[in-house]
């Protein structure tokens, strides 16, 4: 892999090395370990459902890189979900799903950490919808961590749980190798809590509160053919959107602090909507709007102008959230003059993760 240059100012330049590595052979259990945790595997199977996130901003990106989760940031969840499904055996990790990697890497992660000796056999469903600002990763990892936790006794609390993911957080390479990606915590907040959750650095966990109750949520994915994964969403992250985040983290976190937590408090839409609105033009999320070009600008101008409540774009895109009260149908009338279409119409989740066990 490349050693990646990362630039934060004139005085602020250093290098990368993107190693991979094995899959569970580079593991942080974050003291953890040092506890004797009394496991109680279960007959029978536990299936954890997960809702997908919108994640509308990191907070500062000077504050993560991909060996170190955090930055901050605000998302909700969504009613799209990837599922979990777990039995546990005296025999190997067998594992159902089309990226093995980095679901047998968190295996080891949680085998070492509780000390647990046994095999797990796991089923995981993603949403389909991967690196178009949706959070397939982190949603499918939450949901197999929670469920290989409940199947073995539940050793780890949720905020265990979330820190480990983040701290571990991996994407893998063509070659079946891993590397550690980029991680705020928002992801695995949201879907463990439901409705919009507020993160600081460190994957803290600041605020969470329902939000859009019975509104509608409609992802719209404008076309493009810029890359959100990889080299490019490095260079992206790590140095304009640094540079752009220098500037502008004190502005919002004020707004953060004095406008988008009292408006979800009081359930006021236009007033979140307004907040986020601000946001898009500032620091590291103004940097990954721009990686689209300025035509991604333009489409949720158009969407604001059209006079609905909440319009965002979701991590490094290209994915645009919008809430309102207008349903299907109705925004369909109102995108066709637009160019745009939905590729997903549902709702906020607010109730966070589902756990079923089976005997």
Not at 236 to 265: C, G, Q, S
Request: with cysteine; charged share 25%; net charge negative.
């Amino acid at each position: 892999m490349p050693i990646m240059k990362i630039r934060g100012g004139d005085l602020d330049l250093v290098e990368y090395d993107f190693r991979t590595f094995a899959p569970g052979t580079n593991i942080k259990t974050l003291g953890y370990d040092t506890t004797n945790y009394r496991l109680t595997p279960i007959h029978g199977t536990v299936h954890v459902r997960a809702p997908a996130r919108i994640h509308l901003t990191v907070l500062d990106m000077n504050r993560f890189a991909p060996d170190h989760a955090g930055g901050g940031g605000v998302g909700f969840a969504i009613q799209c979900y990837c599922t979990a499904e777990v039995e546990c055996t005296d025999g190997a990790i067998e594992i159902d799903y089309n990226r093995r990697p980095i679901i047998y890497n968190f295996v080891e992660v949680f085998r070492k950490t509780v000390g647990y000796t046994g095999g797990f056999r796991i089923r995981a469903t993603d949403h389909e919808h991967q690196h178009v600002g949706l959070g397939s990763t982190s949603t499918v990892m939450i949901a197999v961590a929670t469920a290989i936790n409940e199947a073995v006794g539940r050793p780890l609390t949720n905020n265990q749980l979330r820190k480990l993911i983040g701290n571990n957080y991996v994407e893998e390479t063509a070659d079946g190798t891993i590397a550690f990606g980029f991680e705020t915590g928002v992801g695995p907040a949201v879907s463990t809590h439901g409705g919009m959750a507020v993160m600081g650095d460190e994957l803290t966990l600041v605020y969470h509160h329902p939000f859009a109750q019975g509104k509608h949520v409609h992802i719209l994915i404008p076309p493009t053919d810029i890359s959100s994964a990889g080299t490019k969403e490095f260079d992206l992250l790590m140095n304009k959107a640094r540079t752009l985040d220098y500037r502008d983290r004190e502005l919002k976190a004020y707004l953060f602090l004095m406008d988008l937590i009292p408006a979800l408090e009081r359930e006021d839409l236009k007033k979140i909507g307004d907040t986020i609105w601000e946001i898009e033009f500032r620091g590291s999320k103004r940097a990954e709007v721009e990686h689209h070009s300025y035509k991604i600008y333009h489409y949720m101008s158009m969407l604001r102008e059209a006079n609905l409540e909440f319009v965002g774009m979701s991590s490094v895109g290209p994915s645009i959230a919008v809430v309102t009260d207008k349903n299907r149908s109705e925004m369909e009338k109102l995108l066709k003059p637009m160019g745009l279409t939905i590729a997903i119409s549902t709702k906020v989740d607010n109730s966070g993760l589902a756990i079923t066990r089976k005997t």
